[in-house]
């Protein structure tokens, strides 16, 4: 069977059928419940006459194929839909025409409507209204956008569509946090399959890669199902791509934004790369110019005259130059289409395609950027914090990124459906910084720093996924995908230069001094990925003993993920030299460089850190049982429980060979994973005087589970050139266990309207934190926190305003809000942290050797990462009736703030470090014009409020004994006083143009 179909679609693809005949085609779904109605007939007549007909697949999809003319459709089912008839309908050859349907049992809904026929021109699942059906008759509590109101509001990737979902928050306008949860908590998927992101050590993966051109809906997922992966604890994000367009699509976009910071600059620093840069590839230009298993000779011993060839074959360029930048740009392109045919035995063959190109390449620049340390007195009674270190300088980045998206699909027997969706992302960041560190109490020094860096990542998945209904009567329905996934992530030649600048003589010297951290630095890093997923889920329908319908689902999954990292390390140092220079790229000329002649010069030492070069895997493999099971017509439960084993093997060692791990077990653990969802429903019918509303009341009780990274269940000790800092892995972490109760009442009125109130609570066992190191506070370590505990509650509201007009619908303001309020704590009495003395102390025993005097120390800290509150709020405006339906206007505002939360967990005498909030006002304007519309010019702004990214340091009278020395500060100028890191960005002002072609146009009569 699937060898005819695959022979078919190559048929379908070079076939021109529709060439001389018009096309009918659309979708057919159930009013009250929005799901497709299968094998529903659709009649197109004209004149009395049937001249045409189909019966709707198992998606409700339908296409008829009939010579230009006028018809009328008819629509029909054995379900006890009424029959409905469509007004006349024009249809030219070689064009399509997309009626979709929605049929009702109701009588008094055709009444009410005065009509004798509900049609849409929207396809269903992608407007706000369909997706708040959703939403609405949903297993579990969810949100969630569709591809309609992502263009209603402007959006131009995923991160901008869900970015006003409630308790939601995009860090950087990349990664998604639910909640206000960190990171670690929240789960991205894509069609159902988890994908590694960007950056393969965070579970988030990075949603601005997905454009929304290639999306048909964004689901967050609040409360867990056993049919989900139980790696779940705030959210999971779904995003679903899109699959048979309706008609033939042709989209393309170009786009130029300006950077207050950045564009047009010239103090824009960066340096020379390679010339396919600008794909954010590396051309081989940064590669490593030898062997990483050469043997480096020692300018001391006798055979050391290899050593200046190998110095001679680096790229001398260590210093970051001025350069020029131009405007941000973005480009995209979509072209998708399907064809039907119907075989000899009646049956119908659908393939549908869909491609998209995506590119961007910007430039940001972060003038006086900040890294500083703060540290508490060692005297109890002194509350005011010294400044151990403090630097300042100027950090630029340019980012390209680009993604492609293949998709086809195949559906044949009106029953079964194979997809194939291959997807590429690369992406490459140039970075340069320089910085000027003053150390102070510690070691005290003034220290030049040059840092050049360029990492290049990227993803390649394909999926291949199955829907086969197994019966006649489509009760049975078996999905299957399997998805293979390979990242990449390099760096290759990080170069940093510290140099010492000295005035203790009076006259200004440099040095290569290390006592004081003074060293020059060549990194290459590699980072390979393998992950395989595949999944397989089975689903029975049947009526339960009040002949409801009742569904249950069963299957299993396994993931395996297999990493390798590799890091080659190379130290320079001075060899009999007594002058030294400010300019980092005088220690690469030749004459600089060690001879043998002079037997004096810079020379190199290369090793890999047995540290930073491991090989580990995971492996997860789970199974589910669940019921979705109506006890009254109003009463639903839904239940169940999921399985889950994971494996975690390690290859590696640490630096000194005492620890040495060959291929060895750090986790193997069961975990069983139960799941009750309940909803109340009271659905109040539509009548002359309102649309149908619907009250649900939700309660849940799920358990989930948390597990470490690879970067983190690891002994590897990951250096960042450009802040100075070091992240090291723990090989002691356990996987973290959350109970999740959550309770939501939520009201659906109006067309998009809706209110909704939630409470939640989740009890961490073992949660896993971001910690200093008290031997080196430059470095940071996960480890688990005992116990923590999250009480929450979510309010949310979505309201038509001014034009709700229900003849006008394409007319309306929408105002939305929500808002999140979080209160998380952490038992300290149960987070064990290093004494310094290679013992162990709980936390709060280490915070009250280091209390300030009057100060006190509790139980319960807030949680890292956590923040205790986060606003969502947006207005949009749409009227696509201007002249007569000539142009149309949508505008949106668009504003978010979390409250500040936990970023670093201080110990000893390190204070805490907090990131602050950052005030996030966008606005975006589209004006569509065209004969239908099929042009749109857009301007953006981002960051409208120039808020400034900042983490600081509190503790305890702080900011009374700095005020005692400047005067009183209010709460930004003491941050600005305490800064730990600070990055300002400026506003982002984007223009762009884009054409969007639907559809086929007949050719004219001569």
């Known amino acids: 069977m699937l060898k005819n179909a695959l022979l078919v679609m190559l048929f379908i693809t070079t076939s021109t059928l529709a060439l001389s005949q018009g096309t009918i085609r659309g979708i057919v779904k159930d009013y009250t419940t ?35 003319g006028k018809y009328t459709l008819v629509f029909s089912s054995t379900e006890g839909h009424i029959d409905q008839e469509t007004a006349e309908i024009s249809v030219v050859n070689g064009e399509v025409n997309v009626w979709d349907m929605i049929l009702t049992k109701d009588s008094s809904v055709l009444e009410v409507k005065g009509v004798t026929v509900v049609a849409i021109k929207e396809r269903p699942g992608t407007s706000q209204e369909e997706v708040d059906k959703q939403r609405e008759k949903a297993e579990g509590t969810q949100d969630g956008v569709g591809r309609d109101q992502m263009k209603k509001t402007g959006a ?142 020692d300018a001391a011993s006798s055979d050391n005259a290899g050593l200046e060839t190998i110095l001679r074959t680096f790229n001398p360029q260590m210093a970051t130059t001025t350069k020029g930048t131009f405007m941000d740009q973005n480009y995209a ?78 559906k044949f027997k009106r029953r079964n459906k194979i997809s194939l969706t291959l997807f590429h992302t690369q992406n490459g960041t140039s970075s340069g910084s320089y910085v000027v560190q003053e150390n102070f109490d510690t070691n005290p020094a003034v220290i030049l720093k040059d840092a050049l860096q360029y990492t290049q990542r990227s993803i390649s998945t394909a999926n291949l996924s199955g829907l086969h209904y197994l019966d006649t009567a489509s009760k049975w329905r078996l999905d299957w995908k399997l998805t293979p996934t390979i990242a990449n992530v390099s760096d290759p030649d990080l170069r940093s230069t510290t ?211 690879f970067r983190e269940k690891s002994i590897a000790n990951i250096f960042d050139p450009i802040q100075g800092r070091r992240y090291n892995g723990n090989m002691d972490l356990v996987q973290t ?49 005992g116990v923590a505990e999250v009480f929450g509650a979510e309010v949310e509201m979505r309201k038509s305003i001014g034009f709700n007009d229900p003849k006008k619908p394409w007319r309306s303001f929408v105002l939305g809000a929500n808002f999140t309020y979080v209160v998380s704590r952490v038992d300290m009495n149960q987070v064990l942290v290093d004494d310094g003395n290679n013992g162990e102390i709980t936390q709060k025993e280490d915070r009250e050797q280091h209390a300030r005097t009057g100060e006190t120390i509790g139980d319960y800290r807030p949680m890292f990462g956590q923040s205790p509150y986060i606003v969502n709020g947006f207005l949009t405006f749409q009227n696509d009736s201007l002249s007569n339906g000539k142009f149309g206007l949508i505008m949106n505002v668009s504003y978010n703030v979390q409250g500040k939360r936990l970023a670093v967990i201080g110990v000893g005498q390190l204070p805490d470090v907090w990131e602050q909030p950052f005030h996030s006002l966008n606005f975006k304007a589209s004006f569509r014009f065209g004969e239908s519309q099929q042009w749109k010019g857009s301007i953006a702004a981002q960051n409208v409020l120039l808020n400034t990214r900042r983490r600081s340091y509190e503790s305890y009278g702080d900011k009374e004994a700095l005020e005692a020395t400047l005067g009183s500060l209010t709460d930004s100028e003491y941050i600005d006083q305490r800064l730990y890191d600070s990055f300002y960005e400026g506003i982002t002002v984007t223009a762009s143009i884009s054409c969007t072609i639907s559809g086929k146009k007949a050719k004219k009569k001569k």
């Open 34 to 68: 929005n799901d497709p109605i299968p094998f529903a007939k659709v009649k197109a007549k004209q004149g009395g006459s049937v001249k045409g007909g189909d019966v709707t697949d198992f998606d409700g999809s339908y296409s008829i194929s009939v010579p230009g």
């Open 156 to 297: 131009g990737n995923a991160a901008e569509g869900i970015s006003m979902a409630p308790g939601i928050s995009v860090e950087g306008g990349k990664r998604v946090y639910v909640r206000g949860l960190g990171d670690r908590y929240t789960k991205t998927i894509l069609n159902g399959i988890e994908i590694p992101g960007l950056d393969p050590d965070r579970n988030a993966v990075q949603l601005d890669i997905f454009p929304s051109t290639v999306i048909d809906n964004i689901t967050v997922y609040k409360t867990f199902l056993p049919n989900l992966t139980g790696e779940f604890t705030g959210g999971l994000v779904d995003i679903t791509t899109r699959d048979f367009p309706a008609e033939r699509i042709l989209y393309w976009k170009g786009g130029l934004g300006y950077n207050t910071q950045a564009t047009f600059n010239s103090n824009y620093i960066g340096y020379d790369g390679g010339s396919m840069d600008f794909l954010g590839i590396d051309d081989g230009t940064r590669a490593l110019p030898f062997s990483k298993f050469t043997v480096i000779p």
């Open 333 to 410: 392109f979509n072209i998708g289409n399907q064809f039907n045919k119907v075989t000899k035995d009646s049956s119908k063959i659908t393939y549908g395609y869909n491609f998209v190109f995506n590119y961007r390449n910007n430039y940001r620049l972060y003038e006086g950027a900040q890294f500083n340390e703060f540290r508490k007195q060692p005297e109890f009674d002194q509350n005011l914090l010294f400044r151990d270190r403090t630097s300042l300088g100027t950090v630029s980045e340019n980012n390209v990124l680009w993604s492609t998206l293949i998709g086809q699909s195949l």
């Open 499 to 709: 140099i010492e600048e000295n005035t203790e003589l009076g006259d200004t010297v440099y040095l290569l001094a290390q006592s004081v951290g003074a060293e020059i630095r060549r990194i290459y890093r590699n980072l390979r990925e393998f992950d395989g997923v595949g999944r397989m889920d089975l689903t029975y329908d049947f009526m339960q003993w009040d002949s409801l319908g009742s569904t249950i689902k069963f299957g299993f999954m396994n993931t395996n993920k297999r990493r390798s990292f590799s890091t080659y390390d190379l130290n320079f140092s001075q060899d009999n030299m007594t002058v030294f220079s400010d300019d980092p790229d005088w220690y690469f000329q030749n004459d600089v460089l060690w001879s043998v002649a002079a037997d004096s010069g810079i020379v190199v030492k290369g090793q890999e850190e047995p540290a930073n070069n491991f090989e580990a895997s995971i492996n997860v493999i789970g199974a589910y049982i669940m019921n979705d099971l109506p006890i009254t017509k109003r009463f639903k439960a839904t239940y169940g429980a999921r399985l889950e084993h994971a494996l975690y093997q390690y290859t590696g060692q640490n630096n000194l060979g005492t620890e040495v791990f060959n291929d060895s077990t750090t986790l193997n653990q069961f975990s069983l994973l139960p799941s009750v969802n309940l909803v109340y429903k009271i659905e109040k019918d539509e009548d002359s005087a309102r649309r149908r509303r619907v009250t649900n009341w939700r309660m849940a009780y799920t358990q989930t589970v948390a597990r470490p990274s």
């Open 737 to 785: 266990t959350i109970h999740n109760a959550d309770l939501r009442w939520e009201y659906f009125f109006g067309r998009v309207e809706l209110l909704s109130a939630s409470g939640f609570y989740k009890r961490f066992i073992n949660p896993i934190e971001v910690t200093t190191l008290r031997k080196n506070p430059r470095d940071v370590q996960p480890i688990n926190a």
